[in-house]
């Protein structure tokens, strides 16, 4: 099953739109964009996960599994958003095991939201 990796484009990181134009969203949407991605994970650009105090933010889903809301990213952490996604896309149910995170993956978990239910159990 793919997982998807939302990735906030418009995070400012709390700072006014620099000089540039580029906020710090785009800067990490472009460096992420510049790797290569892991098996079975697509990036998905948006606008705004509601995070917006937390620094740059993306969010991990798949059908059948947790959805995982992180924050606290810069633009230089594309290799740790895509180590969270490749252990994300590894794991069974989207949980991956505490001790496994990184320090960024663990310290700034916004929400985890459950799988939605299947049809048949509604
Ligand atoms: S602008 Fe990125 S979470 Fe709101």
Request: hydrophobic share 40%; glycine share 8%.
């Amino acid at each position: 099953m793919e997982t998807t990796l939302y990735l906030c484009q418009t995070c400012r990181m709390g700072q006014p739109v620099p000089d540039d134009g580029i906020v710090p969203g785009q800067r990490l949407l472009a460096a992420v964009s510049a790797c290569n991605l892991p098996e079975n994970v697509r990036l998905v650009p948006v606008s705004c996960l509601s995070a917006c105090a937390r620094g740059c933010a993306v969010a991990l889903s798949r059908p059948g599994s947790w959805t995982y809301v992180q924050g606290g990213l810069t633009p230089q952490d594309a290799d740790e958003v895509l180590g969270m996604a490749r252990q994300f896309a590894a794991s069974a149910d989207g949980v991956v095991p505490w001790r496994e995170r990184s320090a960024l993956f663990r310290k700034n978990t916004i929400a985890r939201i459950p799988p939605l239910p299947a049809k048949e159990d509604i």
